[in-house]
């Protein structure tokens, strides 16, 4: 069965500080994962897409890792923002990249406190 | 202003009632999806559309019907059938940038049950 877990579930850091959120998955063929940040009540937006070559992206103070070996992402956060205060979700796609080919993990959510 | 509108932002329904979540977007997506989030878990499919007068069921369809008669338009109904229907609904378009797509989320729903 595809899965996407997601750790921890929840996270408080203070503001400033640097954190890193987990997603381990078992989806296969595997395409690409994605991260997304969800404001309470909102939906989600487009942090970072990841195709399997890709080891790195960043986008401003994110910086989305992958290891497509182990089957693992990481979500880095850089000098934390109040504005962070969010939930993060990866998402993985299969292999033809589909978005009713899409396993959503249940989401970190995160609290930066001031 | 282009985008992806749900209306309305709560809704409340009673026993044995039907009622219908309105999703409407401007960009020219041929694509859109119906999706529903309960806490802690991932989003789960509910149906999608690829084109004009054509849906397919998703993970989850049961209790639920929708319609595409425009392209802009792709409402959800939620029916008497649908025994748990609290939940956070969100609906998203999609539109392809070279090999991936990219999936646009609306701001979602809230449906509690009276």
């Known amino acids: 069965k595809n899965q996407v877990e997601q750790s921890p579930q929840s996270l408080i850091i203070l503001e400033g500080k640097n954190c890193t959120l987990q997603?381990?998955?078992?989806?296969?063929?595997?395409?690409?994962l994605r991260w997304y940040k969800q404001d309470t009540g909102r939906g989600p937006v487009s942090l970072t897409i990841?195709?399997?070559?890709?080891n790195t992206k960043s986008n401003g103070r994110y910086t989305a890792t992958l290891d497509a070996d182990t089957k693992q992402s990481s979500l880095h956060i850089t000098a934390s923002q109040l504005s962070d205060s969010a939930s993060y979700i990866c998402?993985?796609?299969?292999?033809?990249?589909?978005?009713?080919?899409?396993?959503f993990g249940g989401g970190t959510r995160l609290m930066v406190k001031p | 202003d282009g985008g992806i509108t749900q209306s309305p932002k709560y809704l409340f329904r009673k026993e044995g009632q039907n009622v219908t979540l309105s999703c409407e977007q401007n960009?020219?997506?041929?694509?859109m999806y119906w999706y529903r989030q309960d806490p802690g878990q991932g989003l789960r499919l509910i149906y999608y559309?690829?084109?004009?007068?054509?849906?397919q069921k998703g993970d989850i369809a049961e209790g639920y019907s929708v319609s595409r008669e425009k392209k802009e338009s792709f409402p959800l109904t939620v029916t008497s059938a649908q025994k748990n229907p609290t939940a956070f609904y969100l609906c998203?378009?999609?539109?392809?940038?070279?090999?991936?797509?990219?999936?646009?989320f609306g701001s979602g729903t809230q449906l509690s049950v009276l």
């Open positions: 998203a378009s999609s539109a392809w940038d070279r090999v991936d797509e990219k999936l646009f």
């Open positions: 997603c381990n998955y078992t989806v296969s063929p595997f395409s690409n």
């Open positions: 990841m195709t399997f070559s890709e």
């Open positions: 998402v993985v796609s299969l292999n033809n990249n589909a978005g009713n080919m899409l396993t």
């Open positions: 960009l020219n997506h041929d694509a």
């Open positions: 559309s690829q084109i004009v007068n054509d849906f």
